[in-house]
């Protein structure tokens, strides 16, 4: 999948069809057909905002009686007086933000279910997606995109539904009373006004939305430099990088920060034109009610009402402008949170897929073949039988295809040819979560999360008691560390359990797989990044770990398979050899060259 910055900016049509579906896969979350009370709550909030802007524009009318009263040009036919009057109209404006301030509180349950159900489904969306997608996406720029989503939706919610649609409202009803009451030149000059003020602005907002774009995607290049960088904090360090680092993130930097310059610089633009425009529209209103009271046919209390309903909707129409483009940007950032909740899942569970039925733990690689990349081939139709119960080991040197068995046993790839199957059962015929409950996995770098070692541990099983993670512990061999710890099982293990060393995290690891208790274990070179000693003792979890399970145990190091029921070796997508570790060495094969070569370059250590 292309990267954000790789594609070509969309054109305005592109941009307009992109915010009508944004628009359109919104809209289910604030009206939906259950539960009934998001749509009483809507239409509730819809009451009070149109009755605020309502009482909003009645306000300017009580302003006008209380000046002609002092002015003696008139009489109320209220009867209020000028103090009444006053008031009132206080009152009036005390309503209107009392009626928008409950329209908020009856939506806000609304727009917060909408949010969370939004970033649930894009949460749990990303984790269906498969390794494929994962590994060409960069963790910074998808979470970045994901935060940018969420907040648009928020923004778009508050002020698409309370903020553009009232003001036009607004401007309807002012623009009507002008011209009933006044004169339809009034009507003409607002109505020009608002027609060219909403047009320099969308205008320029459009343009000022591109300029965003590229800014977000500098953002968004930035935010994935520092991350990377952290991730491999050990790797700069080693390599005395820091200065390096700081360079690149730099140039990452001072690309958003001209980016941002252009963006401030069109605002300072498109804020100067809204207020020239407004101000106009203003003066040539105000002139021709001058012009009425100097010949008598106004009172000073309509010349004070029309400046009134002037400055009341100047001051939404100045909102406009920032608004506006504030939707623009959020129909832009929910747009590219909808593309990722429309990201397709290369790995996907049948229509009608079951789920897996574990019996002996039986495992069958038929014809098996895999490429990554349609001109480069992996697995060149590999053929095998794992018995229920035993341990078979697959080596091979580098790029032989090993680690690739394991990722299609996990169904994290399907095969392109044959078939895999556990039990006689294809796996592409069952669900992927009955699959997964089946195996566990014991990988080479096992990563923690950041919490403790307790919370590590019974990540493995749902719901696992003390009792049962102590037991995993122990029988991971690691139970004794652990309680020598000052906190215990309570201690952070820190970000991706970098506070315990390699053989540390790899039983923390072995203990949680235990407690998952899986049929079937995958060891995916579990000791290859671990010192001799370390191994010895990993070597022994993980063979307690193996008793009265299908162990399938991918290595480079072959003294960790030696005493596996059967070894099966692969050179270049194919095998080469099958059997134990000693017929082998009789065969003097390439597995007895390989164990040769790994014997001496240890014994030369």
């Known amino acids: 999948m292309r990267s954000m910055s790789s594609k070509q900016p969309p054109s305005s049509y592109e941009m307009r ?22 749509r009483i709550r809507v239409c509730l909030a819809m009451a009070a905002l149109v009755l605020s802007k309502i009482i909003a524009v009645y306000t300017p009318v009580l302003y006008k009686g209380a000046v002609d009263h002092l002015a003696g040009e008139g009489v109320s036919t209220l009867a209020l007086g000028a103090i009444g009057l006053t008031v009132a109209y206080g009152l009036a404006r005390v309503a209107t933000i009392g009626m928008q301030q409950l329209r908020d509180a009856i939506f806000a349950p609304v727009a917060q279910r909408a949010l969370r159900q939004l970033a ?39 002020f698409l539904i309370f903020s553009i649609g009232p003001l036009f409202l607004e401007l309807f009803m002012v623009a009507v009373i002008l011209a009933v009451l006044f004169d339809v030149s009034y009507l003409v000059v607002v109505v020009g006004t608002i027609a060219a003020y909403v047009l320099f602005t969308f205008t320029v907002t459009e343009w000022r939305v591109k300029l965003r774009r590229k800014m977000n995607e500098q953002d968004t290049d930035a935010n994935q430099k ?63 009610a001058a012009i009425g009271v100097q010949n008598g046919a106004l009172t000073v209390g309509d010349f004070v009402m029309v400046n009134a309903y002037m400055i009341q909707i100047t001051v939404p129409l100045n909102f406009l402008g920032s608004v506006y483009r504030e939707i623009r940007q959020s129909l832009v950032d929910m747009g590219e949170m909808f593309d990722l909740l429309e990201q397709p899942a290369d790995v996907t569970d049948k229509a009608d897929a079951k789920d897996l039925k574990v019996s002996e733990g039986a495992i069958s690689l038929e014809n098996l073949r895999f490429s990554y990349e349609p001109a480069r081939e992996i697995l060149k139709g590999v053929s095998m039988d794992v018995p229920g119960g035993q341990t078979v080991a697959i ?47 014991v990988p080479q770098d096992t990563v923690l999360f950041n919490d403790t070692i307790r919370y590590n541990i019974a990540y493995g099983r749902d719901g696992a008691t003390q009792e049962q993670v102590e037991q995993a512990a122990r029988d991971a061999q690691i139970h004794d560390f652990i309680v020598g710890l000052p906190d215990g099982y309570d201690t952070q293990v820190g970000e991706r359990g970098l506070k315990l060393s390699g053989g540390e995290k790899q039983r923390v690891g072995i203990a949680r797989t235990l407690l ?10 579990a000791t290859s990044a671990l010192d001799t000693d370390t191994e010895q003792e990993i070597k022994e979890a993980l063979s307690r770990a193996g008793q009265g399970r299908t162990v399938i145990t991918i290595a480079h190091r072959l003294s960790t398979v030696a005493e596996a029921d059967k070894i099966v070796v692969l050179e270049q997508g194919e095998i080469a050899e099958v059997g134990t570790h000693y017929a082998l060495l009789e065969q003097n094969g390439r597995y007895a060259h390989l164990w040769h070569r790994q014997q001496s370059e240890q014994d030369a250590a």
């Open 17 to 38: 069809q992109s915010g009508w579906r944004t628009i359109r896969r919104v809209t289910p979350y604030i009206w939906p057909k259950d539960p009934k009370w998001v």
């Open 120 to 158: 649930l489904e894009t949460f749990t969306h990303i984790h269906r997606l498969s390794m494929r997608y994962h590994i060409t996406r960069k963790t910074g720029g998808l979470s970045r995109i994901i935060e940018r989503g969420v907040k648009g939706v928020e923004f778009l919610l508050r």
């Open 516 to 525: 998952k208790n899986p049929p079937i274990l995958l060891l995916d070179e």
């Open 226 to 288: 520092a991350i990377d960088s952290l991730l491999n904090y050990e790797t700069v360090k080693y390599f005395v990088a820091e200065d390096r680092e700081a360079a690149r993130y730099d140039v990452a930097m001072k690309g958003y920060a001209q980016a941002a310059l252009k963006t401030a610089y069109s605002l300072a633009f498109l804020n100067f034109g809204q207020s020239l425009i407004i101000t106009s529209g203003l003066v040539g209103v105000m002139v021709l």
């Open 395 to 441: 080596v091979g040197s580098t790029g032989s295809g090993k680690s690739t068995i394991g990722r299609l046993l996990f169904r994290f790839y399907d095969v392109t040819g044959g078939a895999l199957k556990i039990d006689g059962q294809d796996l592409r015929d069952v669900t992927q979560k009955s699959l997964h409950h089946a195996i566990g996995v």
